[in-house]
């Protein structure tokens, strides 16, 4: 029958063939009801929305019939009778009888004539003025959150052939951008349903709601409410819905768009997204979106939001690990602002760009280790012209802080620990040992107890990334740096040094430890002891601007 009012443009036949498939409407037979509907939806891809004008209003009613059948008992008492429910309390059993009832039985007429309802909005795709009445935007809110799933799965399809139906209307007279906030809620709800068949209509809903409905500019309101739900089901159990919804999150375009947003939680989100596509995704496809993601990832490292700084760093290690040679030339000119984010004035994004550092210049090679380690040295040189404690200096302008020599040289310290855990700068850290060593000496700055403090975080890593008896043959030139620190006023400085000591004591003996303390200066032994006699304290990290931590 499609097949045939595909082939003719008689009305009266068509008139007569739409009649007929309202009727079936209301057949018993589930499978005859759904084929009415696909006939009726040819009927307005033919048609257009003229034919589909004279009938819409019956659809409609039908539908709002069939809402008021949950008030029906009898209904509810046949289906108690087959399930078979024995509960002692009469009125429990139909609780839970009406229930089961509500969410899982078949709604006969009402999801058939929503799908119904579907089907020509989508085979029609064009405006129709009764769609945007408030009464029909009432009827498509109350479908969204009916009790039953088969009916939400169909309603989040209908809203979404509505969206896509009403996408030429004028923002002025678009009654859904009106309620955009009240359905964007009832979308999210449809991403979280407890069934993963509704989940997936949400989603399909969802990507149609914010790319044709919200303008662009309104946007960033709607991420907080839709893009949590969106996210999970990136890693939903159901395949339907994981898939759909990774496919929605692999809008390029819409990425570098949206890395601008004025929410930084949303500029943050974004970054994530893009290091996943470079995990995730071939690189036939990405590659033609090289360039505008690595700009749009470069261009965050100085966001003003330092979670955007961190989330930046990272996303961008992650995209030049898994294209390291078609962004190499996009790298080396950017390379001394990308080393000047070591410099950052909260500690987690020193630590989040020296994790980056160390994976781009493992992926990008020797010349680029090279680069690393002449900056490091260079950043270390720089600290001896810091300016002194207490040194009165011009009022700093308005805006971020600005970025000192010790911060670099703490990004720095990060950067080493990083490096000597790959093979290939493992020989670049130990010749820099010595130039760790120089500035650790250096105190007449007012960070130096911050500096000799992430120095003692890291010994350790230093030891276990070189090897233990590498790491053995330049012990005697952190003594300085370790003890200094445990000297400190500073509680966090000593915590450090104390757990320093603790690991490398585990890490190359008590015995060997002490012996070496004895030879380089016996005067160290006594406190060497005392740490060695006193259960270490446990330091917690919490993101901070100096990035000092709490100790319990």
Request: aromatic letters at 8%; glycine letters at 4%.
């Amino acid at each position: 029958m499609k097949l045939i009012i595909s082939k003719t443009t008689e009305n009266e036949f068509w008139t007569s063939v739409r009649d007929h498939a309202l009727h079936l409407l209301e057949h018993d037979e589930v499978r005859v009801r759904v084929a009415a509907g696909e006939l009726l939806g040819e009927l307005c891809r033919v048609g257009g929305k003229e034919l589909f004008a004279t009938f819409i209003d019956l659809l409609t009613n039908s539908i709002q019939q069939n809402l008021a059948q949950h008030n029906d008992q009898a209904i509810i008492e046949e289906l108690r009778q087959k399930l078979n429910v024995h509960v002692a309390d009469q009125k429990e059993a139909i609780s839970k009888a009406e229930s089961l009832f509500v969410e899982a039985a078949g709604w006969k007429h009402l999801e058939t004539s929503v799908k119904a309802l579907h089907f020509c909005i989508e085979s029609c795709n064009a405006f129709c003025s009764q769609l945007q009445s408030s009464s029909f935007i009432d009827l498509v809110s109350t479908l969204l959150q009916h009790g039953n799933r088969f009916v939400r799965e169909t309603a989040f399809y209908l809203l979404a052939s509505l969206v896509h139906g009403l996408v030429d209307v004028p923002p002025e007279q678009h009654v859904l951008l009106q309620r955009s906030t009240e359905f964007a809620h009832l979308v999210a709800m449809g991403l979280a349903d407890s069934w993963s068949e509704v989940r997936l209509a949400a989603s399909v809903a969802a990507r149609r709601f914010l790319s044709e409905t919200i303008p662009k500019e309104q946007r960033d309101a709607f991420f907080p409410v839709m893009l949590p739900p969106m996210c999970l089901n990136r890693y939903y159990a159901a395949e339907g819905v994981k898939l759909y919804s990774q496919e929605t999150w692999r809008l390029v375009s819409f990425y570098i768009q949206e890395i601008l947003a004025p929410n930084y939680s949303v500029r943050e989100a974004v970054c994530a997204c893009i290091a996943e596509l470079g995990d995730k995704c071939q690189s036939s496809l990405v590659d033609p979106y090289l360039p505008s993601l690595f700009d749009a990832l470069t261009q965050r490292m100085t966001d003003p939001a330092w979670p955007v700084r961190d989330a930046s760093c990272l996303a961008l290690s992650r995209l030049i690990a898994a294209y390291p040679e078609q962004l190499r030339p996009l790298v080396l000119p950017l390379w001394p602002s990308l080393f000047s984010q070591l410099g950052d004035p909260v500690a987690s994004v020193r630590e989040a760009t020296a994790a980056s550092l160390a994976v781009i210049g493992s992926s990008l090679g020797p010349e680029c280790v090279q680069m690393l380690t002449h900056d490091v040295l260079s950043a270390f040189s720089a600290l001896n012209g810091a300016p002194h404690a207490h040194k009165e200096e011009p009022a700093a302008p308005p805006g971020p802080p600005a970025r000192q020599p010790w911060a670099l040289v703490d990004g720095c310290l990060y950067l080493l620990s990083e490096m000597a855990q790959l093979p290939s700068c493992k020989a670049p850290v130990v010749s820099l040992i010595p130039a760790v060593a120089d500035a650790a000496r250096l105190d007449h700055y007012d960070h130096w107890p911050v500096v000799l403090e992430t120095l003692c975080r890291h010994i350790p890593t230093l030891a276990t990334g070189l090897g233990k008896n590498e790491f053995k043959r330049h012990l005697e030139l952190l003594f300085p740096a370790i003890f200094k620190a445990l000297r400190s006023l500073e509680p966090m400085t000593q915590s450090a040094a104390e757990s320093c000591i603790f690991q490398l004591a585990d890490l190359i003996g008590r015995g060997i430890l002490k012996g070496r303390v004895e030879l380089y200066d016996t005067r160290l032994v006594p406190e060497l002891e005392r740490v060695l006699s006193q259960p270490p304290r446990v330091v917690t990290r919490i993101p901070m601007f100096m990035g000092r931590p709490q100790v319990t």
